[in-house]
């Protein structure tokens, strides 16, 4: 028991910071408290993706860089990645023809080493991207709904007087029914 809570410790913070933020919400009359409890509860749900997506002993998703001569100026350059260079060497051993015995020797080499490299990336063990891209584009959309949402209390501020729950509904219900207790 005391394993699996060892090897999951990072969910139980941000399971508190969830239902600490959800408690804000229901429980909180006030308009900006929701809001922060919002904001608590989002970011809690930003964690537990990132917590999610990482890979312990995965690399960055990029490919290393290196050069690639065929012997006849053909090479692919610095930095030309593995899938072009094994493009080239395929290009090189199907012109093999029209260089000779030696030119389609280093074409072979030339694909092969493109060959090597991606089988060299497939044995790598990379992170995910995707929910760290996923993360940071949510965070840009929760700050703006934050602003629209406190923009929105200082306009009922301004409208009713009030950030209050129960003093928003007793205004709401005064003007419904026209009395004026």
Known sequence: MLEILAERFTYIPIIILMMIGL????????LVKRLVGLSLF???????YITIGKVFGGAPPILAEYKVDDGYGHGGGEG????ADAAHGADLAAG?????????????????YGVDAAHQAAEVLYSNPLPHVLILTAIVVGVA????????VVRIREAYGTIE????????YTLESGSAE
Request: hydrophobic residues 55%; aromatic residues 4%; proline residues 2%.
């Open 23 to 30: 408690y804000v919400v229901i429980a909180t009359g006030n």
């Open 42 to 48: 989002q970011t809690s749900v930003f964690l537990l």
């Open 80 to 83: 030309a990645p593995a899938a």
């Open 96 to 112: 093999a023809a029209d260089h000779g015995a030696d030119a389609a020797g280093h074409a072979g080499d030339a694909a092969g």
């Open 145 to 152: 709904t934050l602003a629209v949402g406190l923009a929105l």
């Open 165 to 172: 729950d129960d003093a928003l509904n007793a205004a709401d």
